[in-house]
């Protein structure tokens, strides 16, 4: 559930720093007009609002790595652990990776908080984005965190079984990547209709790719308790390390 709220509270807390003219020519907070971007009672905001963005996105995901790296070094990455969700789906020694997910989130929400203070410049923003992105995907396939869920690609596209849920991460963060660069490319362009053009194709990009997701997303929920893993692999339920 934590997780879950991860990002909309980095979000809510970043929006402090929003500010635009208000109805009365006033430079104010968006999300709260009657709040202006002046005095002291928007320094304590921008104050409060930055502790928690950092304790939320930093030192949460910090503690998730030292205290699941304890756990594994010590009695072990178990169903019974009140951080299984955390680790149950990624390999022994990446059982943390999903405390990476997080620091990625509070980087991108950081580089949405830049534009804010840089008075709303988004080059260095979509920069900063692709940047992490790309980072985050080069890490992915170097870890190859995910635990080993064998199975073939929709429509037979691919003769041999591959794991499913890295399948599945590779093409999340490949669609981040290439949301950046369209995005990324809108900036040179002034012309509306290349601009919709950009727009249309990081909507079909989406849309094509969403697609092989849920059903490679079906295929792994529909094979979940069958034999698809060979020996030496660990399943969910199992959490022994085998790398």
């Known amino acids: 559930l934590l997780t ?52 939320l996105g930093l030192l949460m995901p910090i503690y998730f790595i030292l205290t699941i790296k304890k756990l594994r070094d010590g009695e072990g990455l178990t169903v019974e652990s009140r951080y299984s969700e955390l680790f149950e789906y990624y390999r022994s020694k990446w059982a943390y990776f999903e405390s990476i997910h997080l620091l990625r989130r509070t980087l991108l929400n950081a580089s949405v ?33 995910m635990v080993a869920f064998y199975g073939h690609l929709p429509y037979r596209c691919h003769k041999e079984k591959v794991n499913l849920y890295h ?29 919709e053009t950009f727009g249309l194709l990081f909507i079909t990009l989406n849309i094509s790719l969403f697609v092989p997701l849920v059903i490679i997303g079906w295929r792994v929920s529909r094979d979940m308790d069958s034999n698809l893993l060979s020996d030496g692999q660990s399943t969910v339920l199992e959490m022994s390390p085998f790398d």
């Open 4 to 55: 879950l709220w991860f990002t909309p509270c980095l979000m809510t807390s970043i929006e402090v720093f929003h500010c635009e003219r208000n109805y009365d020519n006033k430079l104010s907070i968006t999300v709260d007009p009657t709040t202006l971007c002046t005095g002291g009672i928007y320094i304590i905001s921008c104050v409060v609002a930055g502790l928690v963005f950092l304790s």
């Open 167 to 195: 399948v599945l991460e590779r093409i999340s963060a490949l669609a981040s990547i290439l949301g950046n660069i369209f995005a990324l490319g809108s900036e040179f362009f002034t012309k509306a209709s290349t601009v």
């Open 113 to 145: 908080a830049l534009s804010y203070i840089s008075d709303n410049e988004m080059l260095p923003t979509k920069i900063t984005m692709l940047v992490v992105n790309v980072v985050f995907w080069l890490l992915l396939e170097y870890a190859d965190p």
